[in-house]
């Protein structure tokens, strides 16, 4: 399965992967931080499957949408446990398009309406326990891939090969979701930013999958197998050819 190089009888350089033999890459950090951009570039570049985990807990946030459920109060024990009971029974499929109990809804999951509800889904301890379970049960079948989300690198797969953590200016973020929304890069004050500033604190605030603050990066740092990229001022290319130069110094791969 797995390539043993001996590049001299007295000096073996241990386990070196192959794209796809298994190797598990996480990239976690906060909206716009462009963990989508080098999660796509990565997944080509080593020939590894890539999932979206956003895309599941946007898929959980619309069925709540769809049900009519109100949640946008402060959340009770009672429409916890409903939400949560409905995300159970359904069935969400992420690839290059989204299904949700067998529907496309690739397009309804990035509505403003989602955007906003999504964190408070996505706080709920119960649907973290069931989608976390599904993505291992992804990574599994897979036996790897490019993960990208929040909670990859700490709760989801913390024994991932490389865990990647991206982190940019609000500023930087809010642009760059404005330039993907096809909107003006001024949106101070509109709903957009306040939109993508509340999801920020929803999770980095809840007791479990929370993203990581600048206090916990830093212990995280230490680790060999993490590398925290500041994208603020990095093109998409940078930041790939970092990760890639990470890759080659762990020897995770043979070749690229
Ligand atoms: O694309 P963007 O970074 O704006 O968000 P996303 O990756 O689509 O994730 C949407 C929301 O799902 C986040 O704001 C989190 O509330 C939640 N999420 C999470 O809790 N854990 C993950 N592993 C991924 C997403």
Redesign the pocket.
């Known amino acids: 399965m797995v390539g043993n190089i001996e590049v001299a009888p007295q000096c073996t350089w241990g386990t070196v992967k192959m794209p796809g033999d298994g190797l598990l890459i996480s990239i976690?950090?906060?909206?716009?931080?462009g963990?989508?951009t080098l999660a796509i570039a990565l997944g080509k570049r080593l020939g590894l499957e890539v999932l979206?985990?956003?895309?599941?807990?946007?898929a959980a946030?619309l069925l709540v949408l769809q049900h009519g459920i109100d949640v946008t109060s402060d959340m009770t024990d009672t429409s916890d446990s409903q939400v949560a009971s409905l995300v159970h029974g359904c069935s969400i499929e992420v690839g290059p398009r989204v299904l949700l109990d067998g529907v496309d809804v690739t397009d309804a999951?990035?509505t403003h309406q989602?955007?906003m509800l999504?964190?408070?889904?996505?706080?709920i301890p119960a649907v973290?326990e069931d989608?976390?379970a599904r993505?291992r049960a992804w990574i599994a079948v897979h036996d790897g891939g490019v993960?990208?989300?929040?909670?990859?690198g700490t709760?989801?797969a913390p024994d991932a090969d490389l865990k990647v953590f991206l982190v940019a200016s609000d500023e930087v973020r809010i642009a760059r979701?404005a330039a993907e929304r096809g909107m003006p890069a001024d949106l101070s004050l509109s709903g957009v930013v306040q939109g993508?500033l509340g999801?920020?604190r929803?999770?980095s605030a809840?007791p479990v999958?929370a993203?990581p603050d600048a206090v916990r990066m830093r212990t995280l740092e230490q680790e060999d197998n993490v590398l925290v990229i500041d994208s603020t001022s990095a093109t998409a290319v940078t930041v790939l050819d970092t990760v890639m130069a990470k890759i080659k110094e762990m020897r995770l791969i043979d070749a690229v």
């Open positions: 976690d950090g906060p909206a716009g931080s963990k989508s979206d985990t956003g895309a599941m807990y946007r946030a999951i990035r989602v955007d999504v964190s408070r889904v996505a706080a973290r989608l976390v993505q993960v990208e989300g929040r909670d990859i709760v989801v979701r993508l999801r920020d929803i999770d809840r999958g993203l």
